[in-house]
């Protein structure tokens, strides 16, 4: 499974995407499913920018949009279980999949210490995760990381 953006989708925020070659060149050796949270749990795209503060998902115009973070992140968790990936690729910093830093909430691109809702309940249930910045530290992502 890996986040649909990294992947040249256009499902970012702002309706782009932000592919990664390192990410594209897996499609040639794993069967890949791309997925995105946002939409999963019901947003648009293009959406309001989104992050976590307090616990909670705001958008930019102090919207609590936390139950479709919730929501897409319990759809990406069926997925996972439908399709039993051996390695979930998450775009990093995000407020869904970000896994070590999300922006801090005040949106002045100031990030911390922290991990998105969907990036949560997928390690919660024991999935191996990385973003696309791990991919340089390892050869090939099935091999390398064992769940």
């Known amino acids: 499974m890996i986040s649909a953006c990294l992947l040249g989708l256009p499902t970012r925020y702002d309706g782009k995407s932000k592919p990664d070659e390192r ?17 999963l749990g019901g947003l648009p795209t293009p959406r309001p920018r ?22 897409g992140a319990k759809i990406s ?16 910093k995000s407020p869904s999949c970000g896994l070590r830093n999300v922006y801090d909430g005040t949106f002045s691109g100031k990030l911390v210490n ?14 191996r995760l990385i973003t696309e910045e791990d991919l340089s530290n390892v050869s090939t992502p099935c091999e390398d990381l064992h769940r």
Do not use: M
């Not at 616990?55 to 479709?68: A, L, P, S, Y």
């Not at 922290?114 to 999935?127: E, F, P, Q």
């Open 50 to 71: 989104s992050e976590i503060r307090d616990g909670k998902v705001i958008n930019e115009f102090g919207e609590d949009v936390t139950e479709n973070f919730k929501r």
């Open 77 to 92: 968790l069926e997925i996972a279980k439908i399709t039993d990936p051996c390695v979930i690729i998450l775009k990093s």
């Open 23 to 39: 990410v594209l060149k897996l499609s040639k050796d794993f069967i890949i499913v791309p997925f995105c949270p946002e939409q």
């Open 114 to 127: 922290g991990i998105g809702v969907t990036a949560s309940a997928l390690r919660d249930h024991g999935y």
